[in-house]
């Protein structure tokens, strides 16, 4: 959601749960898919970084990154990583960084929350009289 004064929240979290076990549901929008997920594989938390990492490349670029004509081709661009940064619009070198340590099919190698918060796009970019709870 963006409201009138451009701030910007993330909603919608119908299928959320907060576990501290591995998950098996595979549940969610194709594009948004981990590899993990896609391959029926247990999965954690890094599911939500790695769908961070799809949230910011659309918010870029206008698209998700694997999408595909069909279902079974982003399966397959996911499940490789076939991660393109198009020429246009122009991102930063530091955005693009972010992305690409968000968008690891090895989950226990995603950047972690507090690594995340540390990136140095997120630190430039980032209100910090904002908060995550409001």
């Known amino acids: 959601m963006v409201f009138l004064q451009g701030r910007l929240k993330i909603a919608d979290f119908g299928w959320a749960v907060q576990s501290n076990s591995k998950r098996n549901t595979m549940c969610g929008t194709i594009d948004y898919l981990a590899p993990e997920m896609v391959e029926k594989k247990e999965h954690d938390h890094a599911v939500d970084n790695w ?45 693009k960084d972010l992305i690409s340590k968000l968008l690891v099919k090895d989950s226990s190698k995603r950047l972690s929350l507090h690594k995340i918060l540390m990136h140095p796009w997120i630190v430039q970019n980032a209100d910090p009289s904002g908060s995550c709870f409001e």
């Open 51 to 95: 769908t961070l990492g799809i949230l910011c490349y659309e918010f870029l670029y206008g698209v998700p990154p694997f999408e595909a004509e069909d279902e079974y081709v982003t399966f397959r661009r996911i499940m490789k990583v076939d991660l393109k940064f198009p020429s246009e619009p122009h991102i930063s070198a530091e955005a």
